[in-house]
């Protein structure tokens, strides 16, 4: 009979080094994964640094509205970001052209403003694909920003805006418009609550158009500039981008 010796010293070290190896390698996973978890938060804001804002405006319904909100945001030489659906553009593709012409930027609402957390990942991907295409084929661009319909913000679409390449954008300010307020509750609640890098949400309604003018004024008469989402969000520092997180 043969009896094996084992040294406990090479024992011992082979289990050392087999458990520095899976400390290390959970290390990169864990690194892996939060850079990945990291590349998903959505942006409120722009930074804080410079007097800046950018309104924004949703649009599924509302292009009764949208004329008029053109002609007052080139009387004031500002361009704004509209984010539209694509079901919208398929019926009113004019309007999106001529928002387009206008210098306005283009983003996307997704195609049929369903609720994204109620979708997996594919279902989102295939509703943002659907308005992208709507959206290239009209006006020959390709959206670089998603606002989700609800500010619905769960996983799934988060990782689906991700796939697509979008920058997912939410907002600071909300006007609330959509509950039809009088012209003079949304330029407060716009005024009141204005600070650098801010991001408004509106929509195309006949209280909107009519306080339009009097937000434009009021801002720049406190000194705002106002820029498109687009412009608004390059270059955030570090710590602006870990608070977009913390939201």
């Known amino acids: 009979m043969r009896i094996l010796f084992i040294r406990r010293g090479r024992f011992y070290k082979g289990v050392l080094w087999f458990f520095i190896a899976l400390f290390l390698i959970g290390l990169g996973v864990l690194a892996t994964r939060e850079k990945y978890e990291r590349t998903l938060a959505p942006v409120y804001r722009g ?12 649009v599924f319904w509302g292009e009764e509205y949208i004329p008029k909100m053109l002609e007052v945001l080139e009387d004031h030489q500002v361009k ?5 659906g694509g079901t919208w553009v398929r019926d009113f593709p004019d309007l999106l052209k001529k928002m387009d012409a206008a210098g306005h930027e283009i983003g996307s609402h997704g195609y049929s403003h369903p609720h994204p957390d109620r979708l997996s990942k594919s279902g989102n991907l295939r509703d943002m694909q ?23 913000r769960g996983p799934a679409v988060l990782k689906a805006a991700q796939e697509q390449g979008y920058t997912f954008i939410l907002w600071s300010i909300d006007t609330i418009d959509w509950q039809r307020p009088s012209p003079d509750v949304i330029v407060r609640r716009v005024v009141e609550k204005a600070h650098n890098g801010a ?49």
Not at 204 to 229: C, D, M, N, R, S
């Open 130 to 152: 659907r308005a992208e295409k709507l959206i290239y084929d009209t006006i020959n661009k390709r959206p670089q920003l998603y606002a989700p319909p609800y500010g619905e």
């Open 47 to 58: 930074s804080d640094r410079d007097k800046k804002i950018a309104l924004t405006c949703n």
């Open 199 to 247: 991001i408004v949400l509106m929509h195309p309604t006949a209280p909107t158009v009519k306080a339009l003018p009097e937000i434009i004024k009021q801002l720049k008469k406190e000194g705002y500039q106002f820029v498109t989402v687009g412009e608004l969000i390059q270059n955030l520092p570090e710590e602006q981008k870990e608070d977009n997180r913390k939201n």
């Open 80 to 84: 704004i970001t509209f984010f539209v």
